[in-house]
């Protein structure tokens, strides 16, 4: 098993410019997730999919997009990147829902200019 | 409003003693609790975690205590060794009325275990 994988691991935009980041797991975990963290303030949720077709917003979910259109992909999408942004992006799955163990991808660190 | 709190940024202890990391919570609803450890430029892994029906659970080196009256919990690291030293995050759920998995965070607290 892979895990959870995030590309790409660096990523520098212009204000203004839209990309996605990706995210996959082959655990076939139902639950999914994407986190900012920032310094000084822990990890925040942005959103999260309980499913495949199913997503909700978390604490901060502005700015940002997601779908699930399938178990293992859970792409977060910026729409018109702001330098506030500027963040290490983790995702997460977990295996069932009711269960808060979360396995977490390696970190996207984006820098918006 | 910061409902999981790590006051201390950071902690610094000598190998082979007890390292002691602390964290507050202000939700009454939050009921179960994890820690999670992170190294540089990794994703954080999962340590231990515990239920809002006990007041401690152990795991090798790790031991958490959940004090629910003074919302509080802390994280016990005996004995501490040079690869504990990382950031370690407190994490809070509220698994009731919907299993959302929804987790809120502390901002951390860097440990140095020092040889």
């Known amino acids: 098993n892979a895990g959870v994988t995030q590309t790409p691991k660096f990523q520098v935009l212009k204000t203004g410019q839209s990309m996605t980041l990706q995210c996959a797991q082959d655990m076939n975990h139902e639950y999914m997730s994407w986190y900012r963290q920032d310094p000084g303030m822990g990890l925040r949720l942005i959103h999260y999919s309980v499913g495949a077709g199913i997503t909700d917003q978390g604490e901060v979910p502005n700015g940002y997009n997601v779908s699930r259109s399938t178990t293992e992909d859970f792409p977060l999408r910026l729409l018109s990147a702001a330098p506030s942004q500027t963040s290490v992006y983790f995702c997460?799955?977990?295996?069932?829902?009711?269960?808060?163990?979360?396995?977490f991808g390696p970190g996207t660190r984006l820098t918006v200019t | 409003d910061q409902q999981v709190k790590q006051n201390s940024p950071s902690l610094s202890v000598q190998e082979g003693r007890i390292s002691i990391l602390n964290c507050d919570y202000t939700?009454?609803?939050?009921?179960?609790f994890l820690w999670y450890k992170k190294y540089p430029a990794e994703g954080p892994t999962f340590l231990i975690s515990?239920?809002?029906?006990?007041d401690k659970n152990e795991d090798g080196r790790f031991t958490v205590f959940l004090n629910k009256s003074a919302k509080h919990l802390s994280l016990h690291i005996v004995p501490s060794q040079p690869g504990d030293s990382a950031v370690y995050f407190c994490a809070a759920s509220d698994r009731r009325g919907g299993a959302t998995n929804k987790l809120i965070f502390g901002t951390g607290t860097l440990l140095a275990v020092q040889p």
């Open positions: 997460a799955s977990s295996y069932s829902l009711g269960r808060g163990e979360q396995y």
């Open positions: 515990i239920s809002s029906i006990k």
């Open positions: 939700n009454s609803m939050f009921d179960y």
